[in-house]
């Protein structure tokens, strides 16, 4: 199946003025890339990351740690869910004409709209008895049933996916108007909580029960695996976001010249956590897994969900250490540093796991290196609660996935090439 868009200059201009028809990509495209207007999609769930992280670190500050990661999940699953939906119906049956572009765009207003709401709901959270979701879910279902529209347009224009279309239609909508429920009618908050897991797990199962496989759209398998690994980039620059909130303020003197330890410490371990996380994450050609385990797809992309919670956590928790050091927060040393510690860890087991169950392999030095990553996440709490200073725990944390980076850089690469000729994946 060609790509059904034009290529050249004249052709982009004709893009413009006309409709292409929404007949499926094909999967096997060469040189597949993200669009601009996949980038730029992106760019408004940098708003809403940035949103919920922020707020999920002001919260642990002030020691309410069950509420705070409570509500930090609720958003990031949202957030998560909504990109997921976007990112692989692009890859299957972008089409980048006019009317395509308008329909992102308004996704993009959902998302714009999602953000602004999830203040209001972190605040009804630590205040308790009520729970503040309806400019969140508002914002959800503008993003959700702007989806609805697109499939109603493969549906007419795609006669192979048109039962796929429809079913995704169906449920879309069914999810969309339970959420509405939630939001504005008035239920206890148990019931609210009840309601969220049911809906949550609703939302997961949506492919399965639209599609029964993750075969059921020609979605690409490089393009899929670069959005996630851009979409992880994004999260990603929550640790930088992190780094800087929490030196800012910490620069003696007032005029940014006159630094001090905890400043460097943080920057250094910041900046080097990031990157160490950045580097374990692109070790793994998930694209050439992807090629030759197309049934994995679905457990590829719901399976990045707890990964996006655990990098945007690392963010907060950077954030978290930088309030404590300004004595602006409530928590003990040993708290800050597991706020950065514990998804730091839920991020790199999550990496591993992945792995494992995309090319349905272990590998016994795979266990060394997550043995070692839990040794030096505990060895920071230990220390901290032994009276180290925060500021070299820090650094210590840094160091976790650097066990993963040195392991792969020197041994891991050899294995993992292994395993990927054993599924054809090189």
């Known amino acids: 199946m060609n790509d059904p868009r034009p290529t050249s200059t ?18 096997d495209e060469r040189g597949r890339v993200s669009s601009p207007l996949e980038l730029l999609f992106d760019l408004t769930f940098v708003v809403a990351v940035g949103t919920a992280a922020s707020q999920f670190a002001e919260m642990l500050a002030q020691g309410r740690a069950g509420e705070a990661t409570a509500a930090f999940v609720l958003a990031m699953f949202a957030i998560s869910v909504a990109w997921i939906s976007f990112s692989w119906f692009a890859s299957a049956f972008a089409t980048d004409d006019w009317l395509y572009r308008a329909l992102t765009m308004v996704q993009m207003m959902g998302v714009v709209v999602f953000a602004l709401g999830l203040p209001a709901m972190f605040h009804s959270v630590e205040e308790g008895g009520h729970l503040e979701l309806r400019a969140m879910v508002i914002g959800y279902v503008v993003m959700r049933i702007a989806m609805v529209f697109q499939w109603g347009r493969a549906v007419r224009e795609s006669p192979d996916f048109r039962d796929v279309g429809l079913a995704n239609i169906r449920w879309t909508v069914i999810a969309q108007v339970c959420w509405i429920v939630v939001a504005f009618v008035h239920m206890p908050l148990g019931g609210v909580l009840v309601a969220f897991v049911v809906l949550g797990v609703l939302e ?16 690409h398998p490089h393009h ?11 999260t990603l620059g929550e640790g930088v976001v992190g780094t ?19 400043a460097v410490a943080v920057v ?19 694209g050439d897994i992807l090629a030759h385990r197309r049934g994995r797809g679905y457990l590829f992309g719901y399976g990045h969900i707890p990964l996006f919670i655990g990098i945007a956590g690392s963010g907060a928790g950077l954030h978290v250490a930088g309030l404590y050091m300004e004595h602006h927060a409530e928590v003990s040393g040993t708290a800050v540093v597991l706020a950065l510690a514990l998804p730091v860890g839920l991020y790199l087991l999550m990496v591993y796991l992945l792995h494992t169950l ?10 060394l290196l997550i043995a070692l990553t839990v040794l030096v996440l505990t060895a920071a709490v230990v220390l901290v609660a032994a009276g180290v200073s925060v500021a070299v725990c820090l650094l210590v944390v840094m160091l976790a996935p650097f066990v993963t980076v040195v392991g792969y850089e020197t041994i891991g690469h050899r294995h993992q090439q292994r395993m990927l000729e054993r599924i054809g994946g090189v």
Request: charged fraction near 15%; hydrophobic fraction near 45%; avoid cysteine.
């Open 224 to 234: 899929v695996a670069e959005r996630y690994g851009l979409f992880a980039i994004i």
């Open 358 to 367: 995309l090319v349905s392999a272990g590998d016994r030095f795979h266990l």
């Open 10 to 27: 004249h052709g982009t201009r004709a893009l413009r003025r006309r409709l292409v028809p929404m007949t499926g990509r094909d999967p």
């Open 204 to 219: 997961l199962v949506l492919p399965v029960l639209t599609q029964g496989s993750a075969g059921g759209t020609p979605w």
């Open 244 to 262: 800087v909130a929490s030196s800012g303020d910490l620069l003696g003197g007032g005029d940014g010249t006159h630094w001090t330890w905890n």
């Open 268 to 286: 250094i371990a910041g900046v080097g956590l990031t990157f160490g996380m950045w580097w374990v994450y692109f070790a793994t050609p998930f």
